[in-house]
């Protein structure tokens, strides 16, 4: 089966810095990349995903990079803000004969901390 | 309600007892799923119901667990003899079924705790 690595597990940043976050995963036939914030208390929220056949998808402060060949892909988050403190998950789908792209597989978090 | 809604938000039981979790999708969602995050195993796929199609039930991790859909709106996961690992926060996510990507849109879940 599918299996997402992440790294970092735990970021620290000055607010107004920028972020990366980085996953790796395994199975080539996976075709869809979302990444999900996590605040205390509360369940993952989508903020941005890409799909297999685009590199780089951006979100106002915010983007995604993917690269098929080397199974890895990155979110990327600019001018950070202390409300960006979170848990921050990607995850890894690969919807086949009639599944869901929601059944996912995620990576196991990074804890984002950004100081004022 | 706007989103998802999950009960109880908290659930102490003993070990051996039975548990019911329910969950109240989005209104007019129709695929929903079941999660079980853990401090040692992360966010976990445990099942998926979709429409009236049999539910996808590949990331159950025992004959303990099981869920239910009815009437294409609520579910209710239950799990039988709990066991101290079972201890985690169970979320429940829906979605409008959609190709090219998929929004899962989860509660707040609900903290198990199996003494």
């Known amino acids: 089966g599918e299996n997402v690595e992440q790294h970092p597990s735990t970021l620290s940043v000055q607010e107004g810095d920028s972020a990366v976050i980085k996953c790796t995963y395994s199975?080539?036939?996976?075709?869809?990349f979302p990444w999900y914030k996590q605040e205390l208390g509360k369940g993952p929220q989508l903020i941005i995903d890409i799909r297999s056949n685009v590199g780089e998808k951006k979100d106002q402060r915010i983007a995604v990079t993917l690269n098929k060949t080397a199974k890895h892909f990155s979110l990327h988050i600019t001018e950070t803000q202390p409300e960006d403190s979170a848990v921050y998950f990607c995850a890894a789908s690969h919807p086949a004969g009639g599944t869901s792209y929601g059944k996912l597989t995620f990576g196991q978090g990074t804890i984002l901390t950004v100081h004022p | 309600g706007a989103g998802v809604s999950q009960s109880p938000s908290n659930k102490v039981t003993e070990k051996g007892k039975d548990v019911e979790l329910r969950c109240d999708p989005i209104?007019?969602?129709?695929?929903l799923y079941w999660y079980r995050q853990s401090l040692g195993q992360g966010l976990e796929f445990l099942i998926y119901?979709?429409?009236?199609?049999?539910?996808?039930k590949s990331g159950l991790p025992s004959d303990r667990f099981s869920a239910e859909r009815t009437g294409g709106s609520v579910s209710t996961l239950t799990i039988q003899r709990t066991q101290q690992e079972d201890s985690a926060v169970y979320l429940c996510?829906?979605?409008?079924?959609?190709?090219?990507?998929?929004?899962?849109?989860f509660g707040s879940g609900t903290q198990l705790s199996v003494l």
């Open positions: 199975d080539s036939a996976s075709n869809y």
């Open positions: 119901f979709q429409g009236n199609s049999a539910p996808d």
């Open positions: 209104s007019g969602h129709t695929a």
């Open positions: 996510a829906s979605s409008l079924l959609g190709t090219g990507g998929e929004k899962l849109f």
